[in-house]
């Protein structure tokens, strides 16, 4: 099957009730599980008002309370360079979190659908990294990340772990929709041009993992073994390749913009330096994961058209 423009169209049994746990639902990942899911259950997404995360304590009073027949956890400390001054709230939410929800749904006989990052790889080469390649990660954020993904790993509970590249969407904010605003207003802009991955929208992300899982009697559960999984999009390219090419697309939509698509220099990692290093070979084998669905992901590129066609129609 050729994943491209797709729903994934999915009804419950009658009487489905089972409670969906979805932490950071008003996120981008979040925010596309919940739209995917809301068919199959009761989906419980709290905002940070209503069960602060780093709060152990609170967090198993919640799942005590709602008893949840699937977590899925795309809640993460995101903020790459202010990890490095803050390593225990990276840390908290990263690695001790997932390890947390991994303990519930082992003990409770569960599935944990737990999502990670590239960041967790060296970075090093031009080899797109498989599943099982050596980690080395290059800063705080990767290594908590790292942590996590450990942490479910070893927990026994029944987990996939999605490990991603290059996240954006429609809505929140994202590359996508900073190339857009910065392009209204600049004629040129320096972007970095030595870093290369695969953007991949976050609601691929949630598509895919309702791919995963098939309803049996009053819970879901996964059809493909527990593991580690690479999901991003087809195709590789730089940031500042991304930032062309959604500039060309915007033109072709009619956005008016003060920039063009060959307005956008490239510029090194080097000459664009940040609090964390980031790594410069992003590239992700898909294969494991298309054999154990039947699936061919799409490209990155078209995956663009339909979240920039998304953007300018709702958002």
Same mark, same amino acid.
């Given at each position: 099957?050729?994943?491209?423009? @797709?729903?994934?169209?999915?009804?419950?049994?009658?009487? @489905?009730?089972? =409670?969906?746990?979805?932490?950071?639902?008003?996120? !981008?990942?979040? @925010?596309?599980?919940?739209?995917?899911?809301?068919?199959?259950?009761?989906?419980?997404? *709290?905002?940070?008002?209503?069960? +602060?995360?780093?709060?152990?304590?609170?967090?198993?009073?919640?799942?005590?309370?709602?008893?949840?027949?699937?977590?899925?956890?795309?809640?993460?400390?995101?903020?790459? +360079?202010?990890?490095?001054?803050?390593?225990?709230?990276?840390?908290?939410? =990263?690695?001790?979190?997932?390890? !947390?929800?991994?303990?519930?749904?082992?003990?409770?006989?569960?599935?944990?659908?737990?999502?990670?990052? +590239?960041?967790?790889?060296?970075?090093?080469?031009?080899?797109?990294?498989?599943? $099982? /390649? *050596?980690?080395?990660?290059?800063?705080?954020?990767? !290594?908590?990340?790292?942590?996590? $993904?450990?942490?479910?790993?070893?927990?026994?509970?029944?987990?996939?772990?999605?490990?991603?590249?290059?996240?954006?969407?429609?809505?929140? =904010?994202? @590359?996508?929709?900073?190339?857009?605003?910065?392009?209204?207003?600049?004629?040129?802009?320096?972007?970095? =041009? +030595?870093?290369?991955?695969?953007?991949?929208?976050?609601?691929?992300?949630?598509?895919?993992?309702?791919?995963?899982?098939?309803?049996?009697?009053?819970?879901?559960?996964?059809?493909?073994?527990?593991?580690?999984?690479?999901?991003?999009?087809?195709?590789?390219?730089?940031?500042?390749?991304?930032?062309?090419?959604?500039?060309?697309?915007?033109?072709?939509?009619?956005?008016?913009?003060?920039?063009?698509?060959?307005?956008?220099?490239?510029?090194?990692?080097?000459?664009?330096?940040? *609090?964390?290093?980031?790594?410069?070979? /992003?590239? %992700?084998?898909?294969?494991?994961?298309?054999?154990?669905?039947?699936?061919?992901?799409?490209?990155?590129?078209?995956?663009?058209?339909?979240? %920039?066609?998304?953007? %300018?129609?709702?958002?």
């Amino acid at each position: 099957m050729f994943l491209s423009v @797709f729903s994934v169209s999915v009804r419950g049994k009658k009487g @489905f009730t089972m =409670n969906i746990f979805i932490t950071g639902g008003n996120g !981008q990942v979040g @925010f596309e599980l919940q739209r995917q899911f809301a068919p199959w259950g009761t989906i419980l997404a *709290p905002t940070r008002q209503a069960l +602060d995360l780093t709060n152990a304590q609170a967090v198993d009073d919640y799942l005590a309370q709602h008893q949840p027949g699937l977590i899925l956890n795309a809640a993460a400390y995101t903020a790459v +360079d202010k990890a490095e001054s803050e390593p225990e709230q990276a840390k908290r939410l =990263n690695a001790e979190l997932p390890a !947390q929800l991994a303990a519930y749904a082992a003990k409770h006989g569960i599935a944990l659908v737990h999502y990670s990052t +590239d960041y967790v790889y060296p970075g090093s080469g031009e080899t797109p990294w498989q599943e $099982d /390649s *050596p980690t080395g990660p290059l800063s705080i954020y990767g !290594q908590t990340k790292l942590e996590g $993904d450990e942490a479910v790993t070893q927990s026994g509970a029944h987990h996939l772990i999605f490990r991603t590249s290059w996240v954006y969407a429609a809505r929140g =904010n994202n @590359f996508m929709k900073t190339m857009l605003r910065l392009g209204h207003k600049r004629e040129t802009l320096n972007i970095v =041009n +030595d870093q290369i991955g695969a953007p991949t929208p976050a609601r691929l992300i949630a598509q895919i993992t309702a791919l995963a899982f098939t309803p049996n009697a009053s819970r879901l559960t996964p059809h493909i073994p527990s593991g580690v999984y690479h999901l991003a999009t087809q195709g590789e390219t730089s940031w500042h390749g991304l930032a062309s090419e959604i500039f060309k697309q915007a033109v072709q939509r009619q956005v008016e913009l003060a920039i063009t698509p060959e307005n956008t220099q490239g510029i090194t990692t080097a000459q664009y330096p940040t *609090p964390a290093k980031r790594p410069l070979n /992003s590239r %992700l084998a898909l294969s494991k994961l298309e054999r154990a669905l039947g699936i061919t992901l799409p490209t990155w590129q078209h995956q663009l058209a339909l979240t %920039l066609q998304e953007h %300018l129609e709702h958002y």
